[in-house]
Nanobody
Framework: QVQLVESGGGLVQPGGSLRLSCAASGISFNIYSMAWYRQAPGKQRELVAAITAGGRTNYVDSVKGRFTISRDNAKDTVYLQMNSLKPEDTAVYYC????????WGQGTQVTVSS
């Protein structure tokens, strides 16, 4: 059974930082492309950052220079380090694993507010 379990969300003030983690099980993690998506209220889910099995990364323009995606294949875990957070980063963040099929985590809430 495939499971992607996110953690690390919460409430943070503007300018603050959070690190999201996504622990995978039931898949050969090291061959999967992994990604973080987010969905704000009333908006469509959007790709935030992705990392291939080989470690190549890409980011949505709005988070470039602020967010960093990384993976630890020994721990079957992907991370999203989020710095200089803004209120518009508020959303539910979802972990995604993709090879032939897509797998999703349950989501973790990130709220940026003073």
């Amino acid at each position: 059974q495939v499971q992607l379990v996110e953690s690390g969300g919460g409430l943070v003030q503007p300018g603050g930082s959070l690190r999201l983690s996504c622990a995978a099980s039931g898949i050969s993690f090291n061959i999967y492309s992994m990604a973080w998506y987010r969905q704000a209220p009333g908006k469509q889910r959007e790709l935030v950052a992705a990392i291939t099995a080989g470690g190549r990364t890409n980011y949505v323009d709005s988070v470039k220079g602020r967010f960093t995606i990384s993976r630890d294949n020994a721990k079957d875990t992907v991370y999203l380090q989020m710095n200089s957070l803004k209120p518009e980063d508020t959303a539910v963040y979802y972990c995604n694993g993709r090879l032939v099929s897509d797998y999703w985590g349950q989501g973790t809430q990130v709220t940026v507010s003073s």
